[in-house]
């Protein structure tokens, strides 16, 4: 299957947005580690696997693999966060306490897969019918 241009400016975002975490990943917040690092890539990947998926007879078969895929990005990434470091760069109250709760088992990765399939499914939905709207055949 030939990827289109989209997808292909698509993955090259997300590996541009993955390098830019990694060289940033000791000056983030909380917060914009949540965002840039987790948000983000799983809206991009989803986008792709969704996609993909909408033009393939093997829609979910694809988005099964692509929620792997996601798992698997998140395990590697988790394992080289220095959390303490992030929850020092969060500027907090007094009040107010953040904490990443370290004891990541499968029950969270089975939930970044599960994430990532339902939103690869929506949007492939979504891509199927605008495609039917479009050929009159909806």
């Known amino acids: 299957m030939k990827f289109r241009k989209i997808e292909l400016l698509v993955m090259i975002v997300l590996i541009l947005e993955f ?54 990005m998140m395990f590697a990434i988790l394992r080289v966060t220095p959390m303490t470091l992030i929850e020092k760069n969060t500027i907090q109250s007094e009040t107010s306490v953040f904490a990443f709760n370290r004891n990541l088992r499968l029950g969270t990765y089975f939930g970044f897969f599960l994430q990532e399939f339902l939103l690869g499914a929506f949007i492939a939905t979504i891509v199927k019918t605008f495609r039917r709207i479009k050929q009159g055949t909806f």
């Open 19 to 72: 390098i830019a975490c990694f060289l940033m990943l000791n000056h983030l917040t909380i917060f914009q580690y949540m965002l840039f690092v987790q948000v983000v890539p799983s809206v991009l990947l989803a986008t792709i696997a969704g996609n993909i998926a909408a033009r393939s007879k093997y829609t979910w078969l694809i988005l099964v693999v692509f929620g792997l895929i996601h798992m698997l």
